[in-house]
């Protein structure tokens, strides 16, 4: 990890010293991407799937951030404390404090739920720094085996199932324009032990690293324009037992916008509107459209909608900041439509001083 953190930071300065890009044709460049990602969609779900179940370790999915959540995941340019780690780390520069801790519940669907925390460091002209924590509760499921019993089957006792996932993030802005950011993240999931014919006990478990890359660009048009990109679970292959399987690889380029700019702009309002153009290993094309409106940066509504999806769609949620004795205290809240599923609610807490 160590050596991966060090290698990132040698980019960055290279970057820094040599990049030499023409912003104009940069911005050009990435709108007809995310242009073309967008056309390239299949009419909503209309397409034919053919990509389904082809990973592993589905946690790295779920949304951590009832803020992002709420904004049906198009968050990919907004995020601007240490929940962004689990969105896209380039965010992190953009933190209004020196230090930023957030720490999020999701009850998801059948009884599953995840916590997950960040806590992130801004060190000036080296850095942003975090470090995240994901980890997953499956409730109680009991394990059986085939016998030869009446039922057919015999009791092996409640499973002990988990998943868990630890990242060091690091960004840093090579000028007043465009940002970096990249997370290395070690992920593990342990489906419990099974006892194989042969009467040999096995553990089911799988471990290692995967990383995340992420960059924004504000091109200067408009103040609050924004676009950029973001990979997420890029890694070698895990394996369970002999079963080889890719992590849920996404490419997402994200553009973002605050409305009221275009009508001069407003000290109290703000409303931004994003929008996230999403190519995953596991499916096909998707986008993701969210709105936030704050006023006075004290209260937030949010609303989003995904397409593309079997189940989710769309979400709602809102947001509380409060500064109190030096710090800024914050609450946000989300609901996600779950079509045939209940709904699944998200509650994140977290401080910035």
Do not use: C
Not at 43 to 66: E, W
Not at 82 to 98: C, E, H, K, R, W
Not at 331 to 338: E, I, L, N, P, Q
């Amino acid at each position: 990890m160590l050596v991966t953190t060090i290698l990132f930071w040698n980019m960055t300065r290279f970057l820094e010293e040599r990049m030499e890009v023409n912003m104009k044709k940069l911005t050009t460049y990435i709108l007809s991407l995310a242009l073309v990602a967008v056309m390239a969609t299949p009419s909503f779900g209309q397409g034919n799937i053919d990509k389904v179940a082809q990973t592993g370790l589905q946690f790295l999915k779920v949304d951590m951030s009832a803020r992002s959540a709420a904004m049906g995941g198009a968050y990919t340019m907004l995020g601007n404390d240490a929940g962004t780690v689990f969105t896209n780390p380039a965010g992190l520069i953009y933190m209004d404090s020196q230090f930023d801790f957030v720490a999020t519940r999701t009850n998801w669907i059948a009884d599953i739920s995840y916590n997950a925390a960040a806590v992130a460091g801004n060190f000036g002209n080296v850095g942003t720094f975090a470090l995240s924590f994901i980890n997953s509760d499956y409730g109680e499921i009991a394990g059986t085996q085939v016998a030869a019993t009446e039922e057919g089957y015999r009791d092996t006792g409640n499973l002990d199932f988990g998943s868990t996932a630890i990242g060091l993030s690091y960004a840093r802005a090579l000028n007043n324009k465009f940002t970096v950011g990249g997370t290395v993240k070690w992920a593990q999931q342990d489906l419990g032990r099974s006892e194989l014919s042969s009467g040999e006990v096995v553990d089911n478990m799988t471990s290692g690293f995967a990383v995340d890359f992420g960059s924004i660009f504000y091109p200067g048009y408009i103040p609050s324009l924004r676009l950029g990109m973001n990979i997420r679970n890029f890694s070698q292959q895990f394996k369970y037992q002999e079963e080889p399987f890719d992590l849920p690889l996404t490419f997402r380029i994200g553009v973002a916008v605050d409305a009221f700019d275009f009508a001069g702009g407003s000290e109290l309002n703000s409303l931004m509107v994003s929008v996230d153009a999403l190519h995953p290993r596991d499916y096909t094309e998707r986008v993701h459209v969210g709105t936030e409106y704050t006023y006075n940066n004290l209260l937030s509504l949010r609303a989003g909608y995904k397409t593309n999806y079997d189940q989710e769609g769309l979400s709602l949620g809102f947001g509380i900041n409060y500064g109190i004795a030096g710090m800024d205290l914050k609450v946000d809240y989300a609901y996600s439509a779950m079509n045939i599923f209940s709904g699944v609610n998200r509650i994140s807490v977290g401080a910035a001083f």
